[in-house]
């Protein structure tokens, strides 16, 4: 019997149709009910025509009024003490937008999902939602917007105070179309074209995006506050040379926009680990500027499919557990200058707990960081480079104390075979440079118990990270451990430690790193990081994230800049702002850094201490390590210049510690006068030419300090 080749094709063609769908429903690793099985309907976006909001009364008190309208979910809030007017919708056409960003500007609430093409989709409250109130009380009310088209729902609640609005959503359902993301009140404060004012961004140092004058920049800010989730983002089964310098991080979950005399501060006061802030100026997509924060629900990844690392996108199957809240304040005259608004913000961290309220002692510290030792990969094993034996660190720190107030000491690769052989083992000790422990019993030791080199003793790959794309998760050069583990390396040295005479610790990476892995989300695994910290008496943080920054001692590596976007204008030194009445904080090594003499002005005008990385053995021994970035510590070289540095930090910081800057403003081209609440000021010249100010006259790369009697 002859066989028909086309039906044969046609019924192969089925059958791998059929084999394909049940392979990606395993893949996609969904549930039963969930978006694969049954197809949803395809969702079909409405047609949308603008329509001018209608505000009512809502809420008000003696200081604000909020105006709602129902149909757009819109808010409009008066500001009762300068007539100032916040909008966050479109209160009239625009012709420059086309529907899609129309129907965005012109809603309170943006939901988006990811259709069966990996295409972004978005639901508008203003043309997919229907609104209606749930509850009413003086000061506060809630409503429930539904998006029937796919069966989602959410639930908000505006809360007004004395100056200040909260929003927060209270309530999430989806249907079988699974959401991926929400934008709350994204319009709110906008404004078209060059306007007075900007935006303030914590990244970084501090960021200014300046709405005064046109940007030759093509793209947005977009950032993940306290960085990118690493647990999604696929590893390259090949590397190459990457000269790019990484971008900083948003430590402080906050944005600001400022009007003339009038400014609003954003405090994502709940969901910031899974917030992103996102900035537009004029000319970038729109005509607008407008700023905001993207909370996610879901991330995308790749799911790989062989060892080539050949793969497809896909959505986290379990959606984030985010309640996402902002809190707008809302600020006038000398607060809403940037120091007003980083004064505003450290009160709200302050009142939630988030930062300590202490009193600093009056000194000026100095940090020294000295590598002990360090190993080298050799034919017959390794070989260890004594860089700095205790016995010439004792005569260093007798050196430097003659005149440093404080020095603040901590020790790396103290442990036997050296630095990049001690994480998450730093026991014991290398006694080939440490003679007498107790002698170091007031310095701080470094330790990593987040990652670890390739052979480092005491950690199986079993206890790496895994990302969800099933890969092991690497850190530069080092690899990752499974936060959920770090704890019991902890608890498994701690003991030993103690016994040694040693309570002082400096904790790499784990006031940094807040990500996802294979198994755990990224909150579960913050909650494991913080378990592990709270381990630790007081400990020396590195440019911490707010959720860890409680836990600190002191706070080292603060950055100095921000990122370096084009769309950024200018560094605002709005961490520093926030911290420096808390925290002694400390620069990165200075000596490690191309412009020493610069970075000593930036420290000066960010109120900022000294910081240096030091050995007794010239840096020339390390080239062959893993420390071989560090290209010159050698103490011989720098003894000099760590005394200048002290000096010239310590004449411009010593009447301001424990003060708060309340103004810092350019007075002419690279001239900043600093005033601080005590009277002092500072005025900087960062230009490489003399400059007067008033009737002062500054030395280049310098500064005079003026102090009120």
């Not at 404060?189 to 995006?209: N, Q, R």
């Not at 480079?385 to 003659?402: A, F, G, N, Y």
């Not at 000066?604 to 010159?632: N, Q, R």
């Amino acid at each position: 019997m002859r066989v028909n080749r086309a039906v044969v094709g046609y019924a192969i063609k089925i059958a791998l149709l059929v084999l394909a769908t049940v392979l990606l429903g395993l893949l996609l690793d969904y549930e039963p009910g969930e978006s694969l099985g049954t197809p949803p309907v395809a969702f079909v976006q409405r047609p949308y025509t603008f329509e001018s909001p209608v505000f009512e009364k809502i809420l008000g008190n003696e200081n604000l009024e909020l105006y709602f309208d129902k149909r757009s979910a819109g808010i409009k809030l008066v500001d009762l003490r300068n007539g100032k007017v916040w909008h966050s919708v479109l209160e009239e056409a625009d012709r420059s937008l086309n529907n899609v960003w129309q129907a965005f500007f012109s809603s309170g609430v943006t939901l988006e999902h990811i259709d069966a093409r990996n295409t972004v989709r978005r639901l508008n409250s203003v043309r997919d939602g229907e609104t209606g109130f749930v509850d009413l009380s003086s000061d506060s009310f809630s409503v429930a917007i539904a998006f029937p088209d796919v069966g989602a729902a959410i639930e908000v609640k505006y809360t007004l105070g004395v100056d200040s609005l909260d929003i927060s959503v209270t309530r999430v359902e989806e249907g079988a179309i699974k959401l991926t993301s929400l934008y709350l009140y994204p319009f709110m404060g906008a404004s078209k074209g060059t306007v007075p004012g900007s935006f303030l961004i914590p990244d970084g140092i501090g960021a200014e995006l300046n709405l005064s004058k046109k940007t030759i920049a093509t793209s947005p800010f977009i950032a993940r506050v306290y960085g990118r989730d690493e647990g999604f983002t696929d590893i390259p089964t090949t590397f190459s040379l990457d000269m790019v310098t990484d971008p900083e991080r948003i430590t402080l979950p906050f944005f600001a926009i400022t009007a003339g005399d009038s400014a609003m501060l954003g405090v994502i006061a709940g969901g910031d680990l899974y917030a992103e802030v996102q900035a537009y100026k004029s000319g970038i997509v729109t005509p607008f500027n407008w700023i905001t924060t993207r909370f996610i629900y879901r991330e995308m990844y790749r799911k790989l499919l062989n060892k080539k690392g050949e793969g497809v996108s896909i959505p986290q199957a379990q959606r984030n557990a985010v309640s996402p809240t902002l809190r707008f304040y809302f600020l006038d005259g000398k607060n809403s200058s940037p120091s007003g608004i980083a004064a505003k913000a450290r009160e709200d961290f302050l009142r939630r707990g988030l930062i300590p309220s202490r009193r600093l002692e009056q000194v000026v510290p100095l940090k020294l960081e000295f590598l002990v030792s360090e190993s080298e990969k050799t034919t017959f094993g390794r070989k260890v480079h004594i860089m700095t034996p205790q016995s010439e660190l004792e005569k260093i720190l007798t050196d430097v104390r003659r005149y440093s107030q404080r020095t603040v000491v901590v020790l790396r690769g103290y442990t036997s075979g050296g630095l990049s052989t001690s994480s998450p083992d730093h026991l014991p000790l290398e006694r080939k440079a440490i003679e007498d422990i107790s002698r170091l019993s007031d310095f701080y030791f470094y330790v990593d118990y987040l990652t670890a080199y390739e052979g480092s003793g005491g950690v199986s790959r079993a206890r790496y990270a895994q990302n969800r794309s099933e890969q092991i998760m690497i850190d530069g050069p080092r690899f990752i451990i499974d936060p959920r583990e770090t704890a019991s390396f902890v608890l498994e040295e701690l003991e030993s430690f103690s016994k040694l005479g040693i309570e002082k610790f400096a904790l790499a990476n784990l006031a940094e790193l807040a990500f996802s892995t294979r198994d755990s989300n990224r909150t579960e695994n913050v909650e494991a990081l913080l378990e592990t910290v709270s381990l630790f008496d007081g400990p020396i943080l590195y440019n911490p994230n707010l959720y860890m920054i409680s836990r600190a001692s002191h706070v080292s590596d603060i950055p100095v800049s921000n990122s370096g976007y084009l769309i950024e204008d200018s560094v605002v030194p709005l961490l520093p702002l926030v911290l420096r009445e808390s925290f002694w904080l400390f620069t990165a090594p200075i000596n490690l850094t191309s412009d020493f003499r610069r970075e000593l002005l930036r420290a000066v005008d960010y109120g900022l201490f000294p910081g240096f990385y030091i050995t007794f053995e010239s840096s020339m021994k390390l080239v062959e390590t893993a420390s071989s970035d560090l290209f010159s510590t050698g103490y011989e070289s720098w003894s000099e210049k760590i005394e200048f540095a002290y000096d010239f930090v310590s004449k411009a910081l010593e009447n301001t510690v424990g003060s708060r800057l309340v103004e810092r403003v350019e007075v002419a081209d690279g001239l900043f006068r600093n005033t601080y609440d005590n009277g002092t000021s500072i005025t900087l010249n960062y230009n490489e030419n003399p400059a007067r100010a008033g009737d002062l006259e500054i030395e280049p790369l310098s500064y005079v300090v003026e102090v009120s009697r």
